[in-house]
C-alpha cells in the first residue's frame, strides 16, 4: 500500500539551528510529496510540493525539501530555525482520486 | 491565494444531539471536497469525499448514516454529525482542491467539536 512515513515525531532544535524533517514514502511510481504545516488549533498551510522536474524545491518560510527516488526520500529542511517555526509538520502523498495521505506528523519544538 | 472557511470554529454540544460543519471556498470553485478528522496529537484521517451534485464517498471505516455529508453548491459542503456522542469530539477539518495546480488542496482552518 502507498504511504507516508515521518520518522520522529517530536523534534527539538535551538533558534538558529538545522531543522531536519524527515519523510520516507513507498511507491513504486513517481509520487506527488507535500509538506504542510499546522499551527495549534488551525488547519494546513502548504509548505512545498513536488510533482516533476527539480528534485529540489523551495517553499515558503525559508523552507525546502529534496525528493530522493533511490532512497524513496523526501526530508524537510531549514537552514536556520526562528522561533515562529514551532508547529506541527505532516508529510503527504497524493493518492488516486486526489487524496492526501498524511505521515503521522512531526512536532517542532523551538529552544531560545 | 485560495481560501476555504469553516463555521463555525469551535462547538460545544450534549450527547445526542446533532451538529452541522460548514465549509466554503470563498473565491474559487470546488466541485469536490474533502472531510478529515484529527485527533490530538495525531495526524489526519480522511473520512469522506464530497462530491457536488452527487453522494460523497466514505472512507472504509467511517459511517455515512453518522456523519451526513452534502455538497449542495460548487462552494459548500456540509458535515453533519448526527446524534453525536463524546467519542465523536475531535478536530475536524475540510479541504477543496485547486484547480489551477493540480495537487494542491487548501485547507479550512478547522471545527473543534466537544460532546459532552
Known amino acids: 500500500a502507498q504511504s507516508v512515513t515521518q520518522l520522529g515525531s517530536h523534534v527539538s532544535v535551538s533558534e538558529g539551528a538545522l531543522v531536519l524533517l524527515r519523510c520516507n514514502y513507498s511507491s513504486s511510481v513517481p509520487p506527488y510529496l507535500f509538506w504542510y504545516v499546522q499551527y495549534p488549533n488551525q488547519g494546513l498551510q502548504l509548505l512545498l510540493k513536488y510533482t516533476t522536474g527539480a528534485t529540489l524545491v523551495k517553499g515558503i518560510n525559508g523552507f525546502e525539501a529534496e525528493f530522493k527516488k533511490s532512497e524513496t526520500s523526501f526530508h524537510l529542511t531549514k537552514p536556520s530555525a526562528h522561533m515562529s517555526d514551532a508547529a506541527e509538520y505532516f508529510c503527504a502523498y497524493l493518492a488516486a482520486g486526489n487524496k492526501l495521505t498524511f505521515g503521522g506528523g512531526t512536532r517542532v519544538l523551538v529552544k531560545p | 491565494g485560495a481560501v476555504v472557511s469553516q463555521h463555525p470554529s469551535w462547538v460545544i454540544c450534549k450527547s445526542g444531539t446533532s451538529v452541522k460543519i460548514e465549509c466554503r471556498s470563498l473565491?474559487?470553485?470546488?466541485?469536490?471536497m474533502f472531510w478529515y478528522r484529527q485527533f490530538p496529537k495525531q495526524s489526519l484521517m480522511l473520512m469522506a469525499t464530497?462530491?457536488?451534485?452527487?453522494?460523497?464517498?466514505?472512507e472504509q471505516g467511517v459511517e455515512k448514516d453518522k456523519f451526513l455529508i452534502n455538497h449542495a453548491s460548487l462552494t459548500l459542503s456540509t458535515l453533519t454529525v448526527t446524534s453525536a456522542h463524546p467519542e465523536d469530539s475531535s478536530f475536524y477539518i475540510c479541504?477543496?482542491?485547486?484547480?489551477?495546480?493540480?495537487?494542491?488542496?487548501?485547507f479550512g482552518p478547522g471545527t473543534r467539536l466537544l460532546v459532552l
Open positions: 473565491d474559487f470553485q470546488a466541485t469536490t
Open positions: 464530497s462530491n457536488e451534485g452527487s453522494k460523497a464517498t466514505y
Open positions: 479541504s477543496a482542491p485547486s484547480g489551477a495546480s493540480y495537487g494542491t488542496q487548501y
